[in-house]
């Protein structure tokens, strides 16, 4: 399975874009890349996805590298909602449907 | 449209004791998945079925853990006997086979076993 490199934590201020980063250099699956969020004392929530071009939802945009090697999660306006972890997953060889979740990055926001 | 079910969201057990972890997946998913979340460990996915059949189960870590799908709306974990170490948030997740492979993930039963 792919190895994902995420910074451990960022700090932004409210209404402020947030750009969060992933490295997934060793890639190797040709199916989605996933983000996830968990908020404190709940469950991982679906975020975006994206295979070879930019994405926007109404939660995020996903900017992933031409060579699908990194991707960054892009929060245009950070709330004080937005504080979570975030997990970068990169499709797992083989095309098995399991997710594997790394460390992620402690998003704080500060008002 | 309901979310994934998890019941109960909370247990309190003690060593020894049989635990049952129930899961109601989203209607029209044919994919479910059982993970664990521990501080130590992070998030682990224990076991995953399709259309009611175990794909993989690779993580679950012995034989005190099983998992069975009776059908295409539930699911069991089910430890026994229960060990002070299995304590941690077990999640549910259902997906859509055929699509990008999102996952939705249920509100997780925490589990203490004293």
């Known amino acids: 399975d792919a190895k994902t490199t995420q910074p451990n934590s960022m700090e932004s201020n409210e209404e402020e874009p947030v750009h969060l980063p992933c490295n997934h250099s060793t890639i190797s699956g040709t199916d989605y890349i996933h983000w996830y969020r968990q908020l404190p004392s709940q469950g991982p929530e679906y975020v975006i996805h994206g295979l070879t071009s930019n994405v926007n939802n109404r939660m995020a945009s996903l900017a992933i590298a031409e060579d699908r090697k990194s991707s960054t999660l892009i929060l245009h306006r950070a709330t004080l909602r937005d504080a979570a972890v975030y997990y970068c997953?990169?499709?797992?060889?083989?095309?098995?449907?399991?997710?594997?979740f790394g460390k992620g990055t402690k998003l704080t926001v500060n008002p | 449209d309901a979310g994934v079910i998890q019941s109960p969201r909370h247990e309190v057990t003690e060593m020894g004791q049989e635990v049952t972890l129930r899961c109601k997946p989203i209607?029209?998913?044919?994919?479910l998945f059982w993970y664990r979340q521990t501080m130590m460990r992070g998030l682990e996915l224990l076991i995953y079925f399709n259309n009611n059949v175990p794909i993989d189960d690779s993580g679950m870590p012995e034989d005190r853990f099983s998992a069975k799908m009776p059908n295409a709306s539930f699911s069991t974990l089910k430890i026994q006997p229960s060990e002070p170490r299995d304590s941690a948030v077990y999640f549910c997740a259902s997906s859509r086979t055929g699509g990008p492979g999102t996952q939705y993930f249920g509100p997780g039963t925490r589990l203490t076993v004293l």
């Open positions: 997953i990169p499709p797992t060889q083989g095309g098995s449907e399991k997710l594997v």
């Open positions: 209607s029209g998913h044919n994919s």
